[in-house]
């Protein structure tokens, strides 16, 4: 016997004295439902004490995360201590909605083996009693080929049959009435009922996942009603269970047989009963929960405001602080940005524009007169030229003496040659 046969034990006893007690495979998967929901009722309650506290205990996490910031391994040293002073495991809020679906997995094994975790037959006596009753070719282990070989042990002489084959004792092996209000809960729901005609049975083994999914979404929604914490909040992840946890119940009633949603159907329905017992008894602590939360978003919004003033006297300080230095030059200095301006456009002549840039210089003439004869300027004008161009010197003209010497002035202040050219002296008939 293997460690999965021994924790699989207890399971398998339960629903087999159930099969032989209500003679009905249905009926005993109720009861086994109900029988597990009461034995784990204690373990659901100190989880969702334990979800309270954890909750009571978030303003002072959020406090830790504040003080600690960055450091991850400090914070995570704090909270530990937290938890742990206070006697609050960090999964036990959610461990307990996981104990029906730790349940499913061994519960889907002997529902898929009846003949060995009801019955205790091995390998080799499962397929003598499929060859004894004509089941040719069967291997034992496979699909849910069991299923089938024991809704055909449906008899007196069928179950002396194969306890002779399988060389078992008398009692051993035992008819199971897979009948549960007209269905055969040991067939597979399939999605096209149609295929091979519309019967009651091919119908109702299809109703029955979609009553699971949506039983599956109602037990959610009474657990968030009931408990009182969250009437105001959705827990994080809350929309995303609400989807997910119907979505599972059809995906398993559409592929696994059909006593598996009768067990589904009976735990959501059960679920919905525990909570409301466990919102009843533990109204005082959800309560309490509630005004300790009000108080946490009071203080947290006191804190916020807190913070937001110390923020704008620093800031006014600040201010107050810098008052009267300059102010930074721009980056382009020595440009007169305001001189680009004209009238109310501002920019007009552009932004780098500069008066400076081009500094204007004054006129000088380039050709001043010139004079050689003092005769022709009387003093009194010389002295007034002079007062009058004091910016601007009159130099005297450079005359070549050979041409001072051979030039006269004539009346009109003009330079006459004095000399006939040379060829004309030459001419004879001159």
């Known amino acids: 016997?293997?460690?999965?046969?021994?924790?699989?034990?207890?399971?398998?006893?339960?629903?087999?004295?159930?099969?032989?007690?209500?003679?009905?495979?249905?009926?005993?998967?109720?009861?086994?439902?109900?029988?597990?929901?009461?034995?784990?009722?204690?373990?659901?309650?100190?989880?969702?004490?334990?979800?309270?506290?954890?909750?009571?205990?978030?303003?002072?996490?959020?406090?830790?995360?504040?003080?600690?910031?960055?450091?991850?391994?400090?914070?995570?040293?704090?909270?530990?201590?937290?938890?742990?002073?206070?006697?609050?495991?960090?999964?036990?809020?959610?461990?307990?909605s996981l104990i029906p679906l730790a349940i499913l997995m061994p519960l889907y094994a002997i529902i898929r083996r009846p003949l060995k975790y009801l019955m205790g037959l091995s390998d080799a006596g499962t397929t003598a009693v499929a060859n004894a009753l004509g089941l040719q070719g069967f291997v034992a282990g496979s699909?849910?080929?069991?299923?089938?070989l024991a809704s055909l042990i449906n008899s007196d002489q069928a179950v002396s049959a194969a306890t002779t084959a399988a060389g078992v004792s008398t009692g051993t092996i035992f008819v199971i009435n897979f009948n549960f209000l007209g269905l055969d809960l040991s067939?597979?729901?399939?999605?096209?009922?149609?295929?091979?005609?519309?019967?009651?049975?091919?119908?109702?083994?299809?109703?029955?996942?979609?009553?699971?999914?949506?039983?599956s979404?109602?037990?959610?929604?009474?657990?968030?009603?009931?408990?009182?914490?969250?009437?105001?909040?959705?827990?994080?992840?809350?929309?995303?269970?609400?989807?997910?946890?119907?979505?599972?119940?059809?995906?398993?009633?559409?592929?696994?047989?059909?006593?598996?949603?009768?067990?589904?159907?009976?735990?959501?329905?059960?679920?919905?009963?525990?909570?409301?017992?466990?919102?009843?008894?533990?109204?005082?602590?959800?309560?309490a929960v509630q005004r300790e939360m009000e108080a946490a978003a009071l203080r947290a919004k006191e804190a916020e405001k807190e913070r937001r003033r110390q923020a704008a006297q620093r800031k006014a300080q600040a201010i107050a602080a810098n008052k009267g230095k300059k102010?930074?030059?721009?980056?382009?200095?020595?440009?007169?940005?305001?001189?680009?301006?004209?009238?109310?456009?501002?920019y007009a002549r552009g932004r780098a524009y500069d008066p400076n840039r081009y500094p204007i210089t004054p006129y000088v003439d380039p050709n001043p007169v010139r004079h050689t004869v003092e005769e022709d300027v009387e003093p009194e004008e010389t002295e007034n030229v002079v007062e009058e161009n004091t910016t601007t010197p009159v130099i005297p003209p450079v005359v070549p003496e050979a041409v001072e010497a051979d030039q006269d002035l004539d009346q009109d202040g003009e330079y006459e040659e004095a000399y006939a050219p040379e060829s004309e002296e030459q001419d004879p008939k001159g």
């Open 1 to 96: 016997m293997d460690i999965w046969q021994i924790l699989m034990t207890p399971f398998s006893w339960l629903l087999e004295t159930f099969c032989r007690v209500f003679d009905n495979y249905g009926v005993a998967l109720i009861f086994f439902t109900l029988v597990v929901k009461v034995i784990l009722f204690p373990l659901s309650l100190k989880g969702k004490k334990s979800m309270i506290k954890m909750n009571l205990l978030n303003s002072q996490v959020k406090e830790i995360q504040q003080r600690c910031g960055n450091d991850r391994e400090r914070y995570s040293q704090e909270v530990n201590k937290l938890y742990a002073d206070n006697n609050v495991s960090p999964m036990g809020g959610c461990g307990w």
């Open 143 to 148: 699909g849910y080929g069991e299923l089938t």
């Open 187 to 215: 067939q597979i729901p399939n999605w096209n009922f149609w295929d091979g005609g519309i019967t009651p049975n091919s119908v109702g083994l299809f109703l029955l996942p979609v009553i699971s999914a949506c039983l």
């Open 217 to 287: 979404l109602l037990s959610m929604i009474v657990s968030q009603r009931t408990n009182q914490m969250n009437a105001n909040q959705k827990p994080a992840g809350m929309n995303s269970m609400m989807i997910m946890s119907p979505l599972i119940s059809l995906w398993i009633g559409f592929a696994m047989p059909a006593g598996l949603c009768v067990y589904w159907i009976a735990n959501s329905l059960f679920m919905m009963v525990q909570e409301v017992i466990c919102g009843k008894m533990l109204k005082k602590d959800y309560e």
């Open 327 to 346: 102010v930074k030059e721009k980056k382009n200095k020595g440009v007169d940005v305001t001189a680009s301006r004209e009238g109310m456009r501002t």
